[in-house]
């Protein structure tokens, strides 16, 4: 068939060919009657009923081919009444004559335009005779290949330049008149077929699509066309002719035709015209495509000048949108895929954000609208309006309300919808739930736009609508979207004033914040993904896994042979592994809130602590561990900032609270907080007794490595040395007795004798005073515990550190220290290391040894008090 | 021929031509024999009542003389049927003598004027039936030797004023259910070189509905689909298949011009002959409803054109007609015929 087509192209064109030198011939002998004969003859191909397999491509050939041969023709035909030899005016009636319409009407155009060329007739009178004349061929193809060529003749001969009104108006006629007529040839070559070629033709009729939209591209650069000739006679007429076309794909084009060939300032003059238009499209049309062609060119238009955007605000485009838009929405939901009706959306929301960046009630209309179109439409899992959103938006237990609701409605459509065998439902449900995932996509985009033009959290929650907007998401996604209404905050600016806005910054974030515990008892929140894990279709993680297919897909690709079940199981565990790290991600960012509480009231900053805290204590403990660590740290700051016990008192419920998840921190704050109170003094000093014994309990109960314990301990010992002079003599008594029995009771004789060591910090300082007995005693145990290390490499180590701490204690004045045992410990150490082989490890011990005895015998006092002796 | 004749001494030993006084300035009409049969000439044109003068020259043989019981000129005006040569009719015999009988020796000049004579009808030359003026020489002879005769054919032709009354002609056809159109020529009466303007109005057109109906109107190919509209009152034949409804795809729309001939006296057999003179397509393909389609024929395409004429001399007529021609893809052809009547008008007045 193709092969056949190609050949009744080449014949056709290579007929045309062998007549071009009979033409040739003839209008050089100055035969221009032949020369219409052979003109005829070679139009006459156009009409050859042959020519009908052919496809509109291979026809646009031969109309090629034919057209060059006429204009051929047409020239000669111009420049021989340019010498006087041939009357066009009597040339235009002869042609007439010509027996078939196709030719004739090719010839006549052809002289017609040669008349308007050479003067002879007013062109207005030609182009509307033609357009009249053009009307005989009602055949699809040939019609509009006869008006394009109609339209190509009379292009650059349309009236301009000097001219009046009236006459722009009617040449605009004359274009408007074939436009019309084209499109209705076009749109008729779609039913003018048996339904079995529908798609053919509609593939055909893409081709074609061009001819039909090149005469709103010749309006549009007519000189002279104003808004108020656009508005009123050239967007009516055009608007006019395509509703009413009742078809689609032309409904489709044209429109967007027209938004991208006239300028912006018109589509801003005409709003209202092309809205009402695309309310009365046919239902195949692309909405999405149309809509998004128009609020993109004024988005650009926007975003080039503050001007352009200023015309944009003036001509109030968002109310005409926000008009008309929801009504074309609601038209379209039946027809067309929710994704799309959502796009659609998405693309007037860029339009807000590029034309009015500082008008967040815009940006939240949308997100009503999005909200509204899902609740219109079936399958949602939303059942209250958004306005009572607003009205319960404090209400604490709203989310596990929610969640409730949603749950009933999920057992409900699972028995309601899947009666039949668990395989078909879910493979439906799959798809289903494929489009749901995408439906989500889309809002995420929507809600990241927004975020990404208003970095400011104080203009986010000003969103209405945030809320009945995220909770149409499933639970995943609303915890994404809620971490990125905290994420994208580039600076931490102090803009939560007031509690309400804080509170409301919670309710936001919700998803977040109650996640841990929600998530636990009702996992997968979304009706569809209910019904699947009944249907055993889907195993738990399934909401991650539908939503990356693609990453799954791979995986399972991998390993075709090994048995897909162990691949999917361990990737199942990452993922796992991934959602938690996620989730940690958006517990910092919650702990992050802290910041954007103003600071400039202590007593409200008192207020919001609290009420952070309260809030994230709600939100299940396991995430305090990481929300409560900045809250703390901004707790005993505004405690510090204050001078307030009050304030104090709160930072350590809250870290009470840390100890059991966050051990380590939580003794580190207790530790901080004796600073805190060290410095506020007054009645605060009671807390820091109770924050060092805090700590030490911390340590013996929560903290289990070992390491990790030294550490804490050492903190505490220099923290305890620190406050010391803060607290009574007989508490600081009893700490110390208590970390002095806790480094004596630490894991290993190592650590034992690194914290005794450190603790006769604690009974010679400046702040306490000296205590050379107890100073001693410590030592004697430091030196016992030493002296119980097996190995000889940390022996050796320990002993120098021992002697190391003596001598640092005795030129402190604490002569008491100064025995000839502690002089030996360096030459056991030089022998215990000369015993071992010469490792890396033993050569650094051995320089530290060096060191310290270098030290040691550049002091004579220290010499001669340790009986040190120089080696030779 | 001539000179095979001499060669038996049968040739004609004179030579007969005639001179029409200005010759030079007047029209010649073209005339074309029927059936394509003879040929081509170009006569001289007169009006109704314009003299016919003129020399006729005789010229004998050198050498030769030639006895002559006179010479007379005529002027006739026949009628021929074409089919019966016997019915011919001679409606304008004019006689003329231009010599005494005698000898005629080399050449002789006679002058001739038949002044003011009436020549009530066109020159026309049909399938059937001719209407010529002539001028005949007849050099009479004596005994029984035939007469010398030559024949010189002119041709006449009567302008016409502009019909006062010309309605346009409007009508409304179609199949019901179907196929209704609406068409308009803008005019009844149309001189010989006029334009056909008019428009053709499709006010219902199912061509591409349900397919669930086959297409079959079961009509003979040809047979008349239209009928036309009578007094305002809208007459439509309706054929529709046994399914209920009917469809059809037109391809094409062309008008004919037709010309019939009625030929033969009051009383006597009439012999009707039709023939196209021009096939004119105004439209391709299949319209939807609503669309209207320009007429636009130019009538000096054709120059075979006569005006009508109505009995002439109660022997013969000439009508005109359009007929539209709806063609559908499988080649049946719906039509409708409209007279139109045909005038000539003088060339100056329409210029």
Known sequence: MAAGESLVRSDAISRIRVKRPLLHRALDAGKIDVGVKVSVEIAAELNAPKLQVLSPKDYYEVYLAVSEELQIFGNV????????????????????????????????????????????????????????????????????????????????????????????????????????????????????????????????????????????????????????????????????????????????????????????????????????????????????????????????????????????????????????????VKKFAPFIQRTELLRAYASLLRLVLAAYPDRMDFVDQVLCFCVTTLQATEGSSITTGAEDMITTITSDEFFEGDDGEIAENASASTTAKAPGSGGDASSEAVQELAECSAEENVLVQVISMVFEAHKDISDRLKLRHFMAFIRVLSSPTRRKVAAMLLESISEYKQCIQDETTLEKLFVYVDPLISDGSIRKKQPLVHPLLEKLVDNGALDRESPMTIGQAVPREAHDMEGPSSSAQPSVLSFGQTQEQAEELEMDAGQQQVGRIVHLLDSSSPERLFVFHRMCFDRFRKAGEKNLRLTLPSLV?????????????????QALEMINCLEEFNPEKALRFYLETTKTAKSIGGSARAYILHCIERALVVLETRIVNSREQLRSLTLITSTTTAVGGSMAAVDYESLCQSVVKAGSQLL?????????????????????????????????????????????????????????????????????????????????????????GPTSKVHATRKRLARAEKYALNNPELCRSFALIAPQ | MDAALSLFGLAQPCQISFALDGAQNRPYVKVVPPNAKGEEKQLPLYGHRDSVSGKVTVSVKEGKALQTLGVRIEFVGT?????????????????????????????????????????????????????????????????????????????????????????????????????????????????????????????????????????????????????????????????????????????????????????????????????????????????????????????????????????????????????????????????????????????????
Request: with cysteine.
């Open chain 1, 633 to 649: 740290f901004a707790s005993l700051r505004l405690a510090f900032t204050w001078m307030s016990p009050k304030a104090l008192e």
């Open chain 2, 79 to 351: 009628i021929e049927l074409l089919y019966d040569r016997d019915q011919n009719q001679e409606f304008v015999s004019l006689i003329r003598e231009l010599d005494e009988p005698g000898v005629i020796t080399g050449t002789k000049q006679y002058a001739f004027a038949f002044s003011d004579v009436e020549k009530a009808f066109d020159t026309y030359s049909g399938l059937n039936v001719q209407l010529r003026y002539f001028l005949r020489v007849t050099i009479q002879r004596p005994h029984t030797s035939p007469d010398f005769k030559k024949e010189f054919d002119i041709s006449v032709q009567h302008t016409q004023p502009e019909p006062e009354i010309n309605n346009s002609i409007r009508m409304e056809v179609g199949i019901e259910d179907v196929l209704h159109i609406e068409f308009d020529y803008d005019r009844s009466k149309y001189h010989t070189t006029d334009v056909v303007r008019g428009w053709i109005y499709f006010v219902l057109v199912r061509n591409q509905s349900s397919q669930t109906t086959a297409w079959d109107l079961r009509l003979p190919q040809g047979k008349l689909a239209f009928s036309p509209s009578n007094a305002g009152l809208r007459t439509v034949i309706c054929y529709s298949d046994s399914f209920g409804k009917a469809k059809i795809k037109i391809k094409r729309m062309e008008i004919e011009l037709k010309r019939k001939e009625s030929a033969g006296p009051a009383g006597t057999n009439v012999h009707n002959e039709t023939d196209t003179i021009g096939k004119f397509e105004v439209m391709d393909g299949a319209p939807v409803r609503s669309e209207k389609i320009p007429i636009r024929l130019f009538l000096s395409a054709y120059d075979s054109l006569t005006p009508t004429y109505r009995s002439v001399n109660n022997i013969f007529s000439v009508r005109y007609f359009l007929n539209l021609v709806l063609v559908d893809d499988a080649d049946r052809r719906y039509f409708k015929q409209t007279e139109i009547t045909l005038w000539r008008a003088d060339p100056e007045s329409i210029a």
């Open chain 1, 77 to 328: 035909v111009v420049a021989s009444a340019r010498a006087g030899g041939t009357s066009v005016v009597d040339l235009y009636e002869k042609v007439q004559y010509t027996e078939h319409v196709t030719p004739r009407l090719y010839l006549l155009i052809t002289i017609g335009s040669a008349l308007v060329t050479t003067k002879q007739t007013l062109v207005e009178e030609v182009m509307s005779d033609l357009l009249t004349m053009c009307s005989a061929v009602q055949n699809p193809i040939r019609g509009l290949f006869l008006r394009n060529y109609y339209a190509q003749c009379m292009k650059d001969k349309l009236p301009d330049g000097e001219r009046s009104r009236e006459q722009l108006e009617r040449t605009i006629g004359f274009v408007l008149e074939n436009f019309t007529a084209m499109n209705r040839l076009w749109v008729r070559l779609q039913y003018d077929c048996p339904p079995e070629m529908n798609k053919l033709r509609t593939k055909q009729r893409r081709e074609l699509s061009l001819l039909v939209g090149s005469s709103i591209m010749t309006i549009s650069k007519l000189r002279g066309v104003d808004l108020s000739l656009y508005k009123t006679l050239i967007l009516p007429q055009l608007l006019d002719q395509i509703v009413s076309c009742k078809e689609s794909l032309a409904q489709e084009y044209l429109m967007e035709c027209i938004v991208q060939v006239f300028p912006d300032e018109h589509h801003i003059g005409t709003l209202e015209e092309l809205l009402t238009a695309f309310s009365k499209f046919e239902k195949g049309v692309d909405l999405r495509l149309v809509i998004a062609a128009l609020t993109d060119r004024l988005s650009r238009f926007a975003s080039n000048s503050p001007e352009n955007c200023e015309a944009v605000r003036n001509a109030r485009t968002f109310d005409v949108f926000a008009a008309y838009l929801p009504e074309v």
């Open chain 1, 748 to 836: 290993t004789r190592r650590d034992q004798c690194t914290a005794l060591c450190d603790a006769t910090e604690l009974f010679w300082n400046d702040e306490t005073g000296n205590d050379a007995i107890r100073v001693v005693q410590c030592l004697g145990m430091a030196l016992d515990s030493a002296n119980a290390v097996v190995s000889g490499f940390e022996r050796t180590f320990l002993y120098c550190d021992i002697f190391n701490r003596t001598t640092t204690l005795f030129e402190l004045g604490c002569n008491e220290v100064a025995r000839k045992e502690v002089g030996q410990l360096l030459a056991i150490s030089k022998n215990l290391l000369d015993e071992m």
